[in-house]
């Protein structure tokens, strides 16, 4: 199913958050024909019916839009599905099903109830989509990347079997990110994110050695790369 937004134009209105005359003719606001595509020709209610979530936020949450790192729209209703990679944005006054998503575009970002959200250009290996900020610093950055797998629903096949319903299964990928916007994958072992940051391999084990990192936390991993962009 396709939700399409017929009269989006709330972001519009909100003139007092925008910091340019012609912002408004910019893209941030060429979403009146964005299509939300969601998965399967599923329904709201039925994706809120299944296990898993196609969303890394699943109800829209106040937030803030930047253009160029500037605020152009804050107080804003926002979700990001992960499925479709998409950044939903949504006036509070209307209906559920009156939503549009921002364009994809680098100049772009969003923050989810304080978590941030880049778009980032397919290069090389690393895919065009939307990167979770865990932590930017200096040198460094940590983004997270999350992708979701719709697993339709399964019959059984024999008695000793069970009818398995419709799922969403999410899948995180972490990457160090450079000042020159080069991404390493670190894995989610210490094995691996000791070969990822090579470099101080030494001091990175006694780092964890102390303090023990979950590999899959983003509040460690950030703490991790925080650690590591000092060294």
Do not use: C, W
Not at 27 to 55: C, F, H, W
Not at 78 to 107: C, H, M, T, W
Not at 128 to 152: A, F, H, M, Q
């Amino acid at each position: 199913m396709v939700y399409r937004l017929l009269t989006f134009l709330f972001v519009l209105a909100l003139s007092a958050n925008v910091y340019s005359q012609n912002l408004e003719t910019d893209v941030l606001y060429r979403i009146l024909d964005k299509a939300i595509d969601t998965q399967e020709g599923l329904t709201e209610a039925q994706i809120n019916s299944m296990s898993g979530s196609p969303y890394a936020n699943d109800t829209f949450l106040t937030g803030t839009v930047y253009y160029d790192g500037k605020v152009a729209a804050e107080n804003v209703l926002l979700r990001y599905n992960a499925s479709s990679d998409q950044i939903e944005i949504k006036n509070p006054k209307v209906s559920i099903d009156r939503f549009g998503a921002l364009l994809k575009n680098p100049s772009i970002s969003a923050s989810i109830f304080n978590e941030k959200y880049v778009f980032v250009p397919a290069q090389g290996d690393i895919s065009e989509r939307y990167y979770k900020v865990l932590y930017s610093g200096p040198d460094y950055k940590l983004y997270k990347k999350t992708t979701v797998e719709y697993i339709p629903s399964q019959v059984a096949r024999t008695s000793y079997e069970k009818n398995e319903p419709a799922k969403f299964e999410q899948a995180h990928t972490y990457y160090l990110v450079s000042s020159n916007m080069t991404f390493t994958e670190l894995g989610n072992s210490k094995s691996k994110i000791l070969s990822a940051l090579s470099d101080k391999k030494m001091e990175i084990k006694s780092y964890f050695k102390k303090y023990k990192p979950d590999t899959r936390n983003d509040s460690d991993l950030a703490n991790l790369i925080l650690y590591y962009d000092t060294l």
